[in-house]
């Protein structure tokens, strides 16, 4: 089938198996390759991506589900050579080690901050508990996420 | 994955009428637990007919004061839902107390009733299970047990169910709209979900075909003092080990009436009606709690990992019910 979608900002058509994952057309045919995969389950938060503005996991999401439907990846938060205050914060914190849970921690602490511009840290780790990180111990993640709380307009 | 079809049906009768005559398909909404289980080939239907936008995703008042929940709210929707939270503020925190915020954003009130056990048996395709092929044998009776059912359990299967959810509309009172080839119907919640007896493979007393096309719940005041807690080996984002959604009436320190429902021990939530019962009539103490729990755990057959469900389930119990005449006074 012929899949018609808004991927960040920009309007993209794509030929797609129904069944293939909304992560896969990403991926493979639009060659966004932000958006991790890992677990495939629905349950480390790699592939979090924005749908119709709600914060899912692309995995589980079938292609055909997304039809004419708005997705926002981690290649959208960023304008242009410019990074988005949360991936600085990252940056500034020293949040990332290999980097594969990265892209889905930062749309998902994009995502608390639009809901919750001041977090307490239980907050913090409510929120990001679907993003599992096995490096770092979490605790720079933590500490990115309030920095950009602070600097975040 | 296997291949399958995908799809999207236009209407509500469009899809119940594809289903039944497609004995290997599957009704998909948010996909949050059949999809991972297609991926591990746990579930293999060859047709998945997408009803994620045919039932309603709005909660409505309905004429005896009760509310509507459609089968397509979303669980982040529901929660945050100003009616459940002030009315029935045990389901809002039933809801927030499961998975990730990206899970309850795509999972379904209907598929949130539907979802699969997690018994790792169930979930291996190498090893025998009773549920997913019936005869197969258990493997967890005498396998790694200590998630698994004291409650209401057979010799085929010791599965529990793992939804918060169903656990605080069991406490509620709940009832499941339903449409299928027959038509429709309206099924208690406690009528929904099956104990496994020798039909493991059977999780919910729906047949092939139905849908869940919405929720109500009871215009009940003393729902509004309800509360959800659950007890898990992390502070978020695990199952339930055990899991009580209760509601209690108090009127000068007599309990006028409640419900209790326990998650985490049975293969559906577990009704606790005759500590319900027990406590009808009685003063709201610790003491009256707690015999209660243990009225209602007597028949409790527990496993050789999970003995300490019994006295942590009489525990969260009376510290809920506690919790509950302290804020209903």
């Not at chain 2, 995908?6 to 469009?14: H, I, K």
Request: proline residues 5%; negative net charge; aromatic residues 4%.
């Amino acid at each position: 089938m012929k899949l018609r979608l808004m991927v960040n900002g920009e309007s993209r058509e794509t030929e797609v198996r129904e069944g293939e994952s909304l992560l896969y057309v990403l991926r493979e045919r639009l060659g966004l390759f932000g958006s991790k995969n890992a677990c495939e389950q629905g349950e480390c938060g790699s592939c979090s991506v924005y749908l119709d503005g709600e914060l899912v996991c692309a995995c589980l999401v079938l292609a055909g589900q997304a039809e004419g439907s708005e997705v926002v990846t981690v290649e959208g938060l960023s304008e242009g050579e410019r990074l988005h205050p949360v991936q600085e914060a990252f940056l500034e914190a020293g949040a990332v080690q290999c980097g594969f849970c990265t892209p889905g921690l930062i749309v998902a602490a994009h995502d608390l901050l639009s809901r919750n511009s001041e977090p307490t840290e239980a907050e913090v780790r409510e929120a990001l508990a679907g993003n599992l990180c096995r490096c770092t111990g979490y605790e720079k993640i933590l500490t990115a996420v309030q920095m950009a709380a602070e600097t975040t307009p | 994955m296997r291949p399958y079809k995908y799809v999207r049906a236009q209407d509500v009768d469009g899809a119940v009428a594809t289903l039944a005559e497609a004995p290997n398909a599957a009704f998909l909404a948010g996909g949050t637990n059949l999809v991972d289980l297609m991926k591990l080939e746990v579930m293999t239907p060859d047709m998945l007919v997408d009803v994620r936008r045919l039932t309603s995703d709005r909660v409505e008042g309905l004429d005896d004061g009760g509310l509507r929940i459609g089968a397509a709210v979303p669980n982040s929707v529901l929660a945050a839902d100003h009616k459940i939270r002030s009315r029935y503020p045990a389901l809002s925190q039933a809801l927030l107390a499961g998975a990730s915020g990206q899970l309850r954003n795509l999972a379904t009130t209907g598929g949130n009733l539907l979802q699969h056990t997690r018994c790792v048996y169930w979930q291996d395709v190498t090893t025998p299970c009773n549920k997913r092929e019936p005869g197969s044998g258990c493997s967890a009776i005498e396998g790694h047990n200590k998630n698994h059912a004291i409650l209401g359990a057979s010799e085929h299967c010791v599965a529990t169910h793992p939804s918060d959810m169903a656990v605080a509309m069991a406490a509620l009172d709940a009832f499941i709209n339903v449409q299928g080839p027959e038509g429709e119907r309206r099924i208690p919640i406690e009528e929904l979900h099956r104990l496994p007896g020798d039909e493991p493979q059977r999780d919910t007393t729906l047949q092939h075909g139905e849908l869940i096309t919405s929720v109500d719940l009871p215009p009940v005041e003393f729902f509004s003092n309800s509360k959800y807690r659950k007890v898990r080996e992390r502070a978020s984002y695990a199952f339930a080990l055990v899991s009580v959604a209760a509601a209690l009436d108090i009127e000068d320190g007599i309990v006028g009436d409640v419900r209790i429902a326990l998650g985490g021990v049975a293969h559906k939530p577990w009704r606790a009606t005759k500590a319900e019962e027990a406590l009808r009539g009685e003063p709201a103490s610790e003491a009256n709690f707690r015999a209660a729990a243990d009225i209602e755990l007597e028949d409790a057959q527990p496993l050789r990992d999970n003995a300490f469900k019994v006295p942590l389930a009489r525990n969260v119990i009376t510290r809920t019910l506690l919790d509950l005449s302290e804020e209903g006074r």
